[in-house]
């Protein structure tokens, strides 16, 4: 269809009106009844009018909001519903101010979230800037002692080049933490799924962590441990280091004398694991950042304890990996539990 100008119109309106005004002139000189006629000319004149000064204002305002909706639709937000009216005729006014008013909350929205993701990536790689720090101000303070002197005495250049493979493995750690998870957001690092007895590695992953536990004065314990195998479909490998990461949060950060507990209950088509201490506990604050890459509730006692702070963060990633979810519950000085859930193998 021909764009209309409003040159165009007004043509037509005139020679519209012309020609009724013509033709009713001519009637009305023919006859007595002149002026019904002219009143009832009236009236249609004024509806055909009314009518065409409708049209001319809907395809007058629509050329003009169709390039709104244009640059509206260079946003992915609404985008299907856009190109719809932009085919349209005719866009209705109301519909126009309630798609803008749309459109900009969404925008705001986006903006918002982008300066989320700004102050997280700035957080982040303060994190990771003050995380390597230490260790290579450790590495570089060992390696000037033996260089002015210290290589020379026996006492001292083994245990500071001891001290310095620690703050070389540590580095390490991050580096490949880092790596893992950047793996597993881009999806490079997929799950190999395979059918395992969780109940098994949750035995593997306590007698590991034997040690440690025994050291804090932290018992290991299942939650009713079920009398026959609890199969799940998984990776292995990183389920192991799911629970292995729980399990040495709940020792780390758990009381003398106190537990950490795990328990698998069945849930439909799912096993739900879960793993629970008695310890120190998170705050309310804390809560909705624990799974965010190096942060740390007690900074100070963390570091203390070892670790990269990206556990909680891993393991996050670990079970969205699989498409399942996880959970925590905590309250200060009564403890914490982690829950999450697993694909059942089909029997």
Do not use: C
């Not at 985008?79 to 969404?106: L, P, S, T, Y």
């Not at 609890?230 to 003398?256: F, H, P, Q, S, W």
């Not at 006692?301 to 969205?320: A, D």
């Amino acid at each position: 269809m021909k764009k209309l100008s409003i040159r165009h119109i007004g043509l037509i309106l005139s020679f519209i009106l012309t020609l009724i005004v013509y033709v009713i002139g001519v009637v009305a000189h023919k006859t007595n009844s002149f002026f019904l006629i002219y009143t009832a000319s009236t009236i249609v004149i004024f509806i055909l009018v009314y009518f065409l000064i409708q049209l001319f204002l809907k395809i007058f305002i629509t050329e003009k909001i169709k390039p709104i909706y244009k640059i509206i639709n260079y946003f992915p937000l609404r985008g299907k519903e856009v190109k719809r009216k932009i085919k349209q005729d005719f866009v209705d006014i109301g519909e126009v101010k309630h798609d803008v008013e749309k459109w900009a909350q969404n925008q705001l929205q986006e903006i918002e979230r982008l300066k989320d993701l700004e102050r997280y990536r700035r957080d982040f790689i303060g994190n990771v800037s003050h995380e390597l720090k230490t260790p290579i101000f450790n590495i570089q303070g060992y390696i000037l002692t033996l260089l002015e002197g210290g290589l020379e005495d026996p006492k001292i250049n083994k245990l500071y080049l001891t001290r310095s493979e620690k703050s070389i493995d540590r580095m390490i750690s991050i580096v490949e933490d880092l790596e893992s998870i950047t793996k597993l957001e881009t999806g490079e690092l997929k799950p190999q799924y395979s059918v395992f007895d969780v109940v098994k590695i949750t035995e593997d992953v306590f007698e590991m962590e034997h040690m440690m536990s025994r050291e804090l004065k932290i018992s290991l314990q299942f939650i009713n441990k079920p009398d026959k195998p609890v199969l799940v479909y998984a990776d292995k490998k990183r389920i192991i280091e799911v629970l292995m990461n729980l399990v040495t949060n709940g020792i780390k950060y758990g009381k003398k004398k106190g537990y950490v507990k795990v328990g698998f209950y069945d849930f439909d088509e799912k096993i739900i694991v879960e793993v629970s201490d008695n310890g120190i506990g998170i705050g309310t604050k804390d809560l909705p950042r624990i799974f965010e890459r190096f942060y740390r509730i007690d900074k100070s006692r963390s570091r203390e304890q070892g670790g990269t702070g990206l556990g909680l963060s891993i393991v996050k990633h670990i079970i969205e990996a699989h498409n399942q979810t996880i959970n925590v519950r905590s309250a200060l000085n009564e403890g914490t539990s982690f829950t999450f859930t697993l694909e059942k193998a089909k029997q």
